[in-house]
């Protein structure tokens, strides 16, 4: 049975930092198209960032409104995933989720409505005060 299951996240004021971490149960991890999501209340969940398969390169990608500022990583060896955020705003409030696809890449610019993800992180909440 594969499982996501997310720790971190929590309250900070705006410019500090945050990680978020993802452990991957159930498959193989290097072969995983992984992302994180985000939801503010009242609007659409968006893409964050993801990391393409080992063998598909393990590129990464960002939305523009994070670029620079938020890290994805992973560790083949652990089957996490990790979400460093710096230099927090308040608009960055939300619930974050991770997600994972098997042999097919994740497009942070779909909402998650009109792609199909395999499998959903419970979710974290992340609080960025002014």
């Known amino acids: 049975q594969v499982q996501l299951v997310q720790s971190g996240g929590g309250s900070v004021q705006a410019g500090g930092s945050l990680r978020l971490s993802c452990v991957v149960h159930?498959?193989?991890?290097?072969?995983?198209?992984l992302a994180w999501f985000r939801q503010a209340p009242g609007k659409e969940r968006e893409g964050v960032a993801s990391?393409?398969?080992?063998?598909?390169?393990?590129?990464?990608d960002y939305a523009y409104s994070v670029k620079g500022r938020f890290t994805i990583s992973k560790d083949n060896a652990k089957n996490t995933v990790y979400l460093q955020m710096d230099s927090l705003k308040p608009e960055d409030t939300g619930t974050y989720y991770c997600?994972?696809?098997?042999?097919?890449?994740?497009?942070?610019?779909?909402?998650?409505?009109?792609?199909?993800?395999?499998?959903w992180g419970q979710g974290t909440q992340v609080t960025v005060s002014s």
């Open positions: 997600a994972a696809n098997e042999r097919r890449a994740i497009a942070l610019v779909v909402p998650p409505s009109r792609q199909a993800i395999d499998y």
């Open positions: 159930g498959y193989t991890f290097s072969s995983a198209y």
């Open positions: 990391i393409d398969a080992d063998d598909a390169g393990a590129d990464t």
